[in-house]
């Protein structure tokens, strides 16, 4: 598994974020983090957790001096080196249930990509239920087809994790 993190000025997230990633029952082998010109600290904290961490984890480090706002993800794909079958995605502000990697990865034996249900948090970790439009009952391909387009976006990238080797053929 490769995580790809994304990071952009979370400096007050980011330890947990990656701690998330570090307490998984199954760990990844890789983790490449993009980072689009924080100018909070965040830079500093990946840094650190990287040096602390090289032993336990490969890593690729994408650090932007200008801030590029957006097509992250489509660069990250394109330029780094990803040779593990399974991409989890992962953002910096936010953080992982510890059996989620292995979970999705046991529902990936037959599906090409998995996306979870959310937990929506404030920034103290409490929990923030109100029409939470991320949680969604299981349906198939074709009827969530049809309900993306009928009411738009409700999968969160960020619980996102793909069977890499299908995607590059797509």
Known sequence: ITVVLTSYNHAQFIRETLESITNQTISPKKIVIFDDASTDGSQEIIKDFKKNNKDKFEFELILNVKNQRTGVLRRVFNETDITTP?????????????????????FLQSHLAVFTNVELIDSNNNLLNSNNIFNQHDRNRHQLFKDLIATGNFLAHPSAILD???FKKI
């Open 164 to 166: 890499y080797t299908l």
């Open 86 to 106: 399974y991409v989890a995605i992962h953002h910096s502000d936010d953080v992982w249930h510890k059996e989620k990697l292995e979970k999705q990865v046991r």
